[in-house]
């Protein structure tokens, strides 16, 4: 007749590990910067290292910035013909397992900045809003950097002036 009495302990006890969080950490986001871009541009891109030190996995289900019309989370993938193209994420989320870091870089995952309403020059800093399935919302702030930080390219100069 005391069974309940000991399930009750037990999720009790349970749920006191759970506030204290043992040993885990916090979500960590590092490393958070974007590329310049002018306004004639209506898009930019946004990069960052997310380590989740959580016990628990995540999930970053989405990302705002005044900064930008629309924000969304992005991948890139090969299309045809082996042509790079990017899209939002098939999941709807980016999957933030416990334990480890996800990059969000060139070439890979990345926060997209549609209909930006401010030029980003070197140095800008530009705060985000980071919104986690379990660690609740975050700010973060990109600081702009140089295209030169792009890992090369192949480019056929295609930006001719003339002469
Ligand atoms: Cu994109």
């Known amino acids: ?49 997310i380590t989740n030190n ?17 924000v969304e989370l992005h991948e890139m993938y090969m299309k045809e013909g082996d042509v790079m193209g ?21 070439g890979g995952l990345h926060v997209m900045c549609i209909d930006k309403v401010q030029e980003f020059n070197i140095g800008d800093q530009i705060p985000i809003t980071l919104t986690f399935e379990n660690a609740g919302t975050m700010e973060v702030t990109a600081e702009i950097r140089d295209n030169a930080e792009m890992p090369s390219m192949d480019t056929d100069g295609g930006m001719n002036s003339g002469g």
């Open 1 to 49: 007749m005391k069974r309940w009495m000991i399930l009750a302990a037990l999720l009790t006890f349970a749920l006191l590990l759970a506030a204290c969080g043992g040993d885990a950490g916090e979500m960590e986001v590092a490393n958070v910067w974007g590329r310049t871009s002018p306004m004639a541009a209506a898009n930019g891109a946004f990069y960052m290292q």
């Open 54 to 70: 959580t016990a628990d996995d995540d999930k970053l289900l989405s990302a705002s910035a005044a900064a930008c019309g629309t």
């Open 86 to 106: 990017m899209r939002p994420v098939p999941d709807g989320y980016i999957a933030l397992p416990k334990g480890e870091t996800v990059e969000l870089k060139v």
